[in-house]
């Protein structure tokens, strides 16, 4: 049958709702007024702090009342297929002639992820900002919750950034700690105050201040005690939340300190790594000692999960996880090449991960997890959500 073409007189509208709203926070977009049966791509474009480009589309076809769900119907092609409503975003990848190895992550946390969505007549695969739209409109993803506020942290040798949120509280506390890239990462702690959590984004680990190396237990029982003793935080609700390396301080934290007693952990990509006083030392010498285990892949990028398993092998380099007196969530990906975190991890709950469909997938799902064990655990009735 012959596909419906656009006419003079048409007007496509297109919506996204909510248009400002928080990055774990479904949209719909929709558009409206296109004639039955018109191919048209869906099509989303972002413009990062790192000044690369970023993309995303759907092929889809309009039904007969001229509507297309990015919710409700099927994607033919694209970055995604199938019925995906979150697909525009979650399957953003850098646009053809974009720099190599590049991250898409936001670190200013007090402006939002902006993201243009169009509309184009016909299945297109590229050459979208060469185009014109039939029509566009704009989206704000934020981690910040209205209210929620941003404070430094430079306080008894500690760095970082407390996130509260709005309110007098008290609320729940979370002591948050990122991985060996080092540096301070806060969205996750905005987004965490914006859930109604108290959250210490912790910086130990700077690029080209090897100082920081030297810092080992009493730097983060510091760190602890600056956020259990703020006013805003209940004193005997603090968990610890930690990533990849963060999760190995998290365990040692919560399984040697005698100074730390978090009321529950959650710890991504991690492992229950022993290591001594000096957190950061200790592990790089326990790796070095198998560094010839750590092999290349096709891209010749490193792979040192065979490292990691040779480490389990021994009972000396496991922390002693029956110290540990709270509650712990572990999340990790099936096919982490990185460090054998299901191995670590086959005595507790886990969750999978993998390529970008299912990582995403995984994600999502884990998030909500979180937030419900956060909830089970720091919180003992229901507290109010903020909203944008």
């Known amino acids: 049958r012959r596909l419906a073409t656009m006419s003079q007189t048409c007007s496509p509208y297109l919506s996204a709702h909510p248009a400002r709203a928080l990055v774990d926070e479904k949209i719909k977009v929709l558009v409206e007024n296109l004639p039955p049966g018109l191919p048209v791509t869906l099509h989303s474009l972002h413009h990062s702090e790192d000044k690369d480009y970023w993309e995303a589309f759907g092929h889809y076809v309009s039904d007969h009342r001229g509507v297309v769900s990015a919710a409700d119907d099927l994607s033919f092609g694209g970055t995604y297929r199938g019925k995906e409503d979150m697909g525009l975003l979650w399957s953003m990848r850098p646009v053809p002639g974009s720099r190599k190895a590049l991250r898409l992550r936001k670190m200013d946390v007090c402006s939002p992820f902006l993201v243009n969505i169009s509309v184009y007549s016909g299945h297109v695969t590229d050459g979208f900002m060469e185009r014109a739209p039939l029509a566009a409109t704009l989206i704000e993803r934020w981690y910040m919750a209205p209210g929620v506020r941003r404070i430094d942290v430079r306080e008894r040798g500690v760095k ?229």
């Open 160 to 388: 970082g950034t407390l996130f509260l949120p709005p309110g007098p509280g008290p609320y729940p506390g979370l002591l948050d700690m990122w991985g060996g890239g080092g540096g301070l990462i806060e969205y996750r702690s905005a987004l965490l105050a914006s859930r109604g959590y108290v959250s210490l984004a912790l910086e130990y680990l700077t690029p080209n201040e090897l100082e920081l190396a030297e810092f080992g237990f009493s730097y983060f029982e510091t760190a602890f005690h600056i956020l259990q003793e703020h006013p805003r935080v209940i004193p005997d609700r603090v968990g610890l939340f930690g990533l990849s390396l963060g999760s190995i301080v998290a365990f040692s934290l919560a399984a040697e300190s005698t100074l730390v007693k978090p009321s529950c952990c959650v710890c991504v990509s991690g492992s229950h790594v022993s290591t001594d006083p000096n957190i950061q030392r200790s592990f790089i010498s326990i790796m070095s000692s198998h560094k010839e285990l750590i092999r290349l892949d096709e891209n010749n990028y490193e792979i040192w999960k065979d490292m990691s398993l040779e480490i389990l092998k021994k009972t000396q380099n496991r922390i002693d996880v029956g110290k540990v007196n709270c509650p712990v969530l572990l999340i990790n990906g099936c096919d982490d090449q990185n460090w054998a975190v299901m191995e670590y991890a086959k005595d507790v709950s886990l969750h999978w991960g993998g390529t970008t469909k299912p990582h995403s997938d995984a994600q999502e799902d884990s998030w909500r997890k979180t937030l419900t064990f956060l909830q089970q655990h720091l919180y003992s009735n229901p507290t109010p959500r903020a909203k944008m």
